[in-house]
């Protein structure tokens, strides 16, 4: 179908919301008649030609007393029939009963498109239609003969001939009102439909390598984002284009949107497609084929949106160390931030992958920058990434021109993934920029304001198949993505000494310092011996400040025993500073074994707890102090603790010795510093930015300073011609 065929279906579809639905419903609304009344009319476009025939077998099966009706699928040549007396032009001979006879005409319907209507919800609008008086106009305009949504040429009111409406130019119908209506509705970023050209670009490069290796039998495609289905279709479009239809292929997809959901699942109607292969429900948290492999998988999953919806299904006690529990077998590699779940939709495919074909499995995938760089190494999304490189598996990235989407500007980049690459891919990733082939729309569409043609796709396709380096393609080794993020840590180094500054808050459990402080500044010793009788105004003090205690804080704080105890650890330090003096020492190494043998020696009633306690209190950080001194190897060497305020991460290349790194970069500038290896961690990410970085060198000073002097001269005498007006 021509691009002008195809906008005059749109605008006139478009055109019956406002002229029909104006002041009954608002505009937000407008989708909920439009869209299913839209794939109604194409489904009774279909059957039309064989209803006679249609009521003429359901008639017999009524006399034979057969109640399966689903005979009737070899008589409208699709899987699906409607049993009522009525099409949409029917229905218009009889405009005092056409809401009723509405009603009985979608009860006719076959089971498989009774879910469709349901999905739609398009009951629940039924009643304001009728209450309105707009039903008899709707359809009569969607019956009009100035538009043509059937398969078959036909003459519109002047006699012209009209272009038959294909499978592939409905779902163009279908995804350009969606998207007129997001647009309409100002809907977010996220929720957008991917462009044909992309979709064509996705195809080219997951069928075309592999063309010869496409022999007769069936394949499977699979998308887990499917929305109204485009992409499956011009996959499928495509591959038989290619292999000419040597080989068959089944459809399967997943949506979670039930309007979407239900466009898709009536395009499989149309297309004589199984429509039961498309699963509704979100697939990260209830995977429609648990038990099924694909062949090809295709995807443009949301990004930017939480799976908090989905948690329960895919994990337990997400993020807390050592309680973390992933429950379901496709996210064991790792799992991104709650706020963007797209790379579990990679994760989803890659897990769906064939590993004992000659084929294998192919993927492409569009998703946006964060999933090349976002988490830290060792965090979900580095793990994913690692997962698919370190097995081998990532083919290629290739990075879209900006504001080629309709409802986002953000740049996009499409992965190609195969657990089966050729011997010249094997341990390389190609990454090809494409940011800059497109060309420009004469008017916008959303936010889309560019395209690829024809060429830019051929010319993509063949920068893949080439597999060679140039300006916009480069190739490197899988390592070259991934690092090893090391620990640099640097020696605490402490100074001491015994004050009574220092010392007095010991009087008090710093877990609950200011209640405490309060507290005895306003009652003074009487905490030590009436707290009971206080406590009425220390809770009082408490709301009033809307201060939020746990119960085991508000325990203690009411605790005669934490009052007592702590005073007591008070009144001992006291002791210990009496025989220690308040001098400072800068060795704290010296200055604990010294506080170690006072209190032996004055057998002083302070437990390692205790100590560690005064020790937080009369000690702070000095880079001028000596190390502190962990322990003591056998062989004669320190172990220094170290300072947690100067810890520092450095990523290591992987093709690089971390200890080489480790003294050219770190080492001779800071001679104290180490490598804390059990904390060393992998990661992966891949930036665009810097393997296609060309660097610009400023402008020099004498061309700036001929400008400025140039646009002097323009301006010469419009200041004076201002003040003088």
Partial sequence: MNNKSHNQIVSFIWGIADDVLRDVFVRGKYRDIIL??????????LLVPTKDKVLETVEFLKKENIDDKSALKSVTGFPFWNTSKYTFERLLDDADNIDSNLASYLYGYSPNVQEIISKFKLRNQLETMKESEVTYLLIEKLSSKEVNLSPEEALNGKGEKMPPLTNLGMGYVFEELIRKFNEENNEEAGEHFTPREIIKLMTHILFTPVKD?????????YDPACGSGGMLTEAEHYAHELTEKKASFLLYGQEVNPETYAICTSDMLIKGEKPENIAFGSTLSKDGFPSLNFDFMLSNPPYGKTW???????????????????????????????????????SNMVNKMKHDTELGSRIATVHNGSALFTGDAGGG??????????????????ALPKNIFYNTGIPTYVW???????ANRKGKVQLINAMELYVKLRKNLGDKNCELTGEHIDQITKLYMDFEESDISKIYPNEHFGYNKITVERPLRLSAQFTEERIAPLRFDKKILDEMTWAYEKFGEDVYTKLNELKP????????????????????????????????????????????????HNDFNTFKVLVESTIKKEKLKLDAKAQKHIFDAITWKNEDAERVIKKKEKDGTHVYEADSD?????????????????????????????????????????SFTRYFYNYV??????????????????????????VNN
């Fill in 36 to 45: 299913p009344f839209t794939v109604l009319r194409r489904l009774d476009a």
């Fill in 213 to 221: 290796k496409i022999n007769k039998g069936t394949h499977l495609i």
């Fill in 308 to 346: 908090k919806l989905d948690e329960n299904a895919i994990v337990d006690d997400r993020g807390k160390k050592g309680k973390q529990n992933i429950k379901d077998s496709r996210f064991e590699v790792g799992l991104p931030s709650i706020s963007d779940g797209q790379l579990l939709f990679l």
């Fill in 381 to 398: 999304e580095s793990e994913i990434r690692r997962n698919i490189i370190e097995n081998d598996w990532l083919e290629c990235i290739i």
């Fill in 416 to 422: 190609i993934v195969s657990n089966r690459k050729t």
């Fill in 537 to 584: 105004q220390i809770e009082a003090h408490l709301k009033k400040h809307d201060v939020k205690l746990k119960a085991s804080q508000k325990n203690d704080l009411f605790s005669q025993k934490t009052w007592t105890q702590q005073l007591a650890l008070l009144n001992e330090t006291k002791k210990l500073m009496a025989e220690i003096g308040s001098d400072e």
């Fill in 646 to 686: 100067l810890r520092d991460t450095e990523n290591v290349p992987l093709n690089e010795e971390i200890q080489t790194y480790f003294e050219r970069e770190v080492l001779q500038h800071i001679p104290d510093a180490w490598v804390d290896h059990s904390k060393t961690t992998k990661g992966y990410e891949i």
């Fill in 697 to 722: 060198p400023p402008r020099s000073i004498e061309e700036i300073t001929a400008e400025i002097l140039q646009l002097e001269k323009e301006t010469d005498g419009i200041l004076n011609e201002i």
